[in-house]
């Protein structure tokens, strides 16, 4: 069966994600900063669980020597923070060292988790990185406001596209995803799709990856978002 870890595996979409992909029988590498949940620990399947803070760089070092050999064929670098509070973050109202955080987060985060874990990505079969972005992030779509957030996922739609670039010798196929609007702690509970319908959606799009997506700004239902 293949292998799929997953950032912020401890709640929201990236539990799901857990629950699901065990469900299939996937082997999953769940990857959390509290990696003792319960949550985590009642999953059904083979799920391991795995100590990680995507801003830590020992902490990201250390996953790698842990998984050293590990053939990884998804990778889903889901973990994110919204930053400041939903309604604040609006021009003349910028909180500067939560913005710094959030790109900590966001952004050097994913780089920092597919730079150390390439070498396990490019033994797995399927060779996929998933990057769980928003279509907040979009510069085409951005009407102003939430600076913060927007701009960690603008950003990490760059990183995105410039890791298909650099990837593509290797096979990596590397695709930024919306997951939809989400009822989750970071969704809020007006968000219009439950984490199933997001995760079902997500996982059917990354099981039908092909090389000719790699680079993609893809929605939770497969279609194209504009950058
Ligand atoms: N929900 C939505 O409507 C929506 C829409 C568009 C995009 N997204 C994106 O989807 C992803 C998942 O969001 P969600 O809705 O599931 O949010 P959530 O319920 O707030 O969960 C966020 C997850 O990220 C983890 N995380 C935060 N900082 C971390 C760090 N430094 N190291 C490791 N893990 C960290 C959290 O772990 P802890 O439990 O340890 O805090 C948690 O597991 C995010 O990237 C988000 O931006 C969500």
Not at 75 to 90: C, T, W
Not at 100 to 120: D, Y
Not at 186 to 208: D, F, K, P, W, Y
């Amino acid at each position: 069966m293949p292998t799929v870890l997953i950032t912020g595996a401890g709640r929201g979409i990236g539990l799901e994600f857990t629950r699901q992909y065990a469900a299939q029988g996937w082997q999953v590498l769940a990857c959390a900063r509290d990696s003792d949940k319960a949550e985590l620990k009642v999953i059904a399947g083979q799920v391991s669980r795995h100590r990680l803070d995507v801003t830590g760089p020992a902490s990201v070092a250390a996953l790698a020597r842990e998984l050293d050999g590990v053939a990884i064929d998804v990778l889903i670098n889901n973990a994110g923070i919204y930053g400041q509070p939903k309604g604040s973050g609006g021009f003349g109202d910028i909180d500067y060292a939560m913005w710094e955080q959030t790109i900590r987060v966001n952004v050097f985060g994913p780089m920092r988790v597919a730079e150390a874990l390439l070498p396990l990505v490019e033994r797995g079969d399927r060779k996929v990185m998933a990057f769980i972005s928003s279509r907040m992030g979009s510069i085409a779509e951005n009407p102003g406001g939430a600076y913060v957030y927007r701009s960690s996922k603008t950003m990490l739609n760059g990183v995105v596209k410039g890791l298909a670039g650099d990837l593509k010798s290797k096979g990596i196929i590397a695709v930024a995803f919306h997951p939809g609007w989400v009822r989750t702690d970071m969704g809020g509970a007006s968000a219009t799709l439950s984490t199933e319908q997001s995760v079902t959606g997500l996982r059917n799009v990354i099981l039908g990856l092909t090389p000719a997506d790699s680079g993609r700004f893809l929605n939770h239902d497969g279609t194209a978002i504009p950058w």
